[in-house]
């Protein structure tokens, strides 16, 4: 599976953005999605991830609350609505796709294919 992530770009602190993750191929209903975010001298972290029908989510505690990952297995695409917005929230977010079928969601070595990743940059 390909991914394509879109939606990043820059804004203020308490503002909203939502990102897409566009994929191809008609196996995108058999995955867990996840997103993750990495910014400069980190590494990369989980922030969310959701179930392949969609009926579970898991988040990190840093964006419980203000962060709401969907996904619409029709039009293959995943979401991550972000609001309330912190600085602490720049970085670039990746999609990715769960290759594994158990284990913990928020283990990046757990996830086969990738996105390009989108820079999301939140000023104070």
């Known amino acids: 599976v390909q991914l394509q992530a879109s939606g990043g770009g820059l804004v203020q602190a308490g503002g909203s953005l939502r990102l897409s993750c566009a994929a191809s191929g008609r196996t995108f209903s058999s995955y867990a999605m996840g997103w993750f975010r990495q910014a400069p001298g980190q590494e990369r972290e989980f922030v969310a991830s959701?179930?392949?029908?969609?009926?579970?989510?898991y988040y990190a505690d840093s964006v419980k609350g203000r962060f709401t990952i969907s996904r619409d297995n029709a039009k293959t695409t995943v979401y991550l609505q972000m609001n309330s917005l912190k600085p602490e929230d720049t970085a670039v977010y990746y999609c990715?796709?769960?290759?594994?079928?158990?284990?913990?969601?928020?283990?990046?070595?757990?996830?086969?294919?990738w996105g390009q990743g989108t820079q999301v940059t939140v000023s104070s």
């Open positions: 990715a796709a769960k290759s594994a079928l158990f284990g913990d969601s928020s283990m990046a070595t757990l996830y086969g294919y």
């Open positions: 959701i179930s392949r029908s969609g009926g579970s989510t």
